[in-house]
């Protein structure tokens, strides 16, 4: 069956008897109908989050497809809590963008999903409606006060750094012109578009450890300059309160469950290639407050999500993990060995071979933010027994474990042996967290130990208009934020032809956003776009709906 022929097959539980294996009071509910309902933030324990276990799921650098680590970690809760650990698995909301782009949802697959999976890959609570209204109402504050007479901030309209957000793929919104049509319809400007993921109210929400919190970072949003070249945030605007109201909802964490019948948090849904990658810092807590471990999953390979999960976030907000998953597949292997597309199932041992460079690469990184990844063979019915071995033997040359994992056919039974191995190490107590870099280091200090030690880059260059951002990042006085990396998920490297583990390569700095309310700074490198296109057959054309409303198509 189809991943949502198996959700549709399934019988769900009321989320209120989800809710009482955390012990949440029926009361504490905020309830979406039957299976969905939101938890205030109220319940988080600092204590009880300090107490509890956090495992990272993360993974090698991915096939267009993805690797599976939504997959994998939804499936390491089935297998934890089948050996009567209790576990929750937190995770992000899936954007519009590629659901209906390339991916076609973002649930999981197969036997390890979380469900409702057509409400989740679709509109779900709302969250993402009310982070694109929050990010839009403050553009129009903007114009409007560009246009006004008597209130006028004297905003310079050739320095305004924020951007609309809409929650789709449509590169024909990146570069466009506003206010075109007479006096009446505003001042023309150049302008464009972000996708919602990509929207600093996103990362805010993300990064918000209490709603106070949310509001001082709303306010604190860079929007561009006056003609004297004052600074002009939102809360010159005075937009944080009415921003504020729009995230009110949205700011408690969401409960669902898995296929199994077990607790899922999912909350806020950044991309790692354009901004931090992970789930809420109150999605996170509130799992490791109710549940004795919490799985997360950080988005695409290491070098993004990883990165950013544990230089950023858990710095932030004073999370150190306990363990790492490393998700490896045979196909990206044979991907990274020089296998077309046609080839991802062709049996190739010496291709696996050569693409366990990237994989390695990887693990080295893991071991500098000081963890010794367990490795997760996410299984394909393609694979080999020989090149499942080719992995396991070069793992064990480098003193780690990799275990094939079957949560995809087998649910929670598929996972028990990954679930042990993570175990295993936890009580070893070899995690040892430590940051990459300093926050209080130069900016271009940051940016550099980040591209030659996570991505192997010999350098660093700047083109002359991320010189000048430079300067306004020191005249803002925000060069100790930390670094959020705008690179292409495809390779180490900021080429996405480059595959594998590329070297004598350097990156290049196209420019800066400045993300001063979320709290980072975003070097976008090479050709990223913060807009994403859609392939060339989107994955919309697919998807069908009956009479009835029953969805096919998506997965």
């Known amino acids: 069956m189809s991943d949502i022929e198996i959700a549709q097959s399934n019988k769900m539980e009321h989320i209120r008897d989800i809710a009482s294996k955390l012990n ?58 089948k050996i009567g650990k209790q576990t929750t698995v937190v995770l992000r909301e899936p954007s519009l963008g590629p659901v209906f782009g390339i991916k076609g949802g973002a649930a999981g697959g197969g036997y ?98 209490d709603f106070s919190d949310l ?48 607790p899922a948090i999912i909350h806020g849904g950044p991309f790692a290639n354009i901004a931090q990658g992970t789930n809420t810092i109150l999605a996170t807590k509130m799992g490791l407050t109710l549940s004795d471990y919490v799985i997360t999953e950080a988005g695409f390979g290491a070098d993004l999500g990883a990165e950013k999960f544990l230089n950023i976030k858990c710095v932030s907000a004073g999370l150190k993990p306990k363990a790492v998953v490393l998700v490896a597949t045979i196909r990206a292997l044979r991907h990274h060995g020089g296998a077309t597309k046609e080839q991802y199932n062709d049996v190739n041992v010496e291709r696996v071979d050569k693409g366990l460079s990237n994989l390695e690469k990887h693990i080295e990184n893991l071991r500098k933010f000081g963890f010794n990844p367990i490795i997760a063979i996410n299984a394909f019915s393609s694979d080999s027994k020989e090149e499942v071995e080719l992995i396991q033997e070069r793992c064990k040359i480098l003193k780690l474990q990799a275990v094939v994992a079957n949560g995809f056919v087998n649910g ?32 271009k200090e940051k940016i550099e130990t980040i591209a030659k030690e996570i991505y192997g880059a010999e350098g ?6 991320a010189i000048r951002d430079l300067k306004n990042i020191e005249d803002l006085g925000l060069s100790k934020l930390p670094i959020c990396m705008a690179k ?48 060339a057959v989107p994955a919309s054309e697919r998807m069908s709906i009956d009479n009835n409303g029953k969805i096919s198509g998506l997965s």
Not at 150 to 157: A, E, F, H, K, V
Not at 412 to 437: H, P, R, S
């Open 412 to 443: 929670g039974d598929g996972m028990i042996e990954l679930a042990n191995a993570v175990l295993k190490e936890i009580e070893t107590g070899n995690g040892n967290f430590k940051q990459l870099y300093n926050w209080d280091a130069p900016v």
């Open 488 to 535: 292409t998920q495809k390779s180490f490297s900021d080429n996405d032809k480059l595959l594998n583990r590329p070297k004598g390569f350097r990156v290049n700095v196209r420019e800066f956003e400045f993300a001063s309310g979320a709290g980072f700074l975003i070097p976008i490198l090479g050709n990223m776009m913060r807009m994403p296109g859609l392939p």
């Open 24 to 81: 949440i009071k029926e009361d504490d509910l905020e309830m979406y109908g039957k299976y969905k309902a939101k938890l205030p933030i109220r319940l988080i324990d600092e204590d009880k989050v300090a107490k509890n276990n956090l495992i990272l799921v993360t993974a090698l650098t991915p096939t267009p497809a993805g690797e599976g680590k939504t997959t994998v970690s939804i499936g390491l809760t089935e297998g934890l809590n």
């Open 112 to 209: 390890s999903q979380v469900v409702p999976m057509e409400d989740i890959n679709l509109h779900f609570t709302g969250d993402f409606s009310a982070i694109e209204k929050a990010n839009n109402l403050l553009s129009a504050l903007i114009d409007n006060n560009i246009q006004s007479r008597t209130r006028s901030l004297g905003i310079d309209p050739r320095t305004i750094a924020w951007k609309r957000v809409m929650d789709m793929n449509d590169r024909a919104l990146r570069d466009i012109t506003i206010g075109l049509g007479g006096t009446a319809n505003g001042i023309p400007r150049q302008d464009g578009f972000n996708i919602t993921a990509a929207s600093e109210v996103m990362a805010i929400l993300c990064m918000a450890k």
């Open 215 to 262: 509001k001082q970072r709303l306010g604190n949003i860079y929007v561009g300059k006056t003609f004297d070249k004052k600074p002009i945030y939102a809360k010159d605007l005075n937009a944080e309160n009415a921003m504020a109201i729009l995230l009110k909802d949205a700011i408690n964490p969401n409960l669902v469950q898995t296929l199994e019948g077990n």
């Open 460 to 465: 660093v260059d700047y083109s002359k208009i």
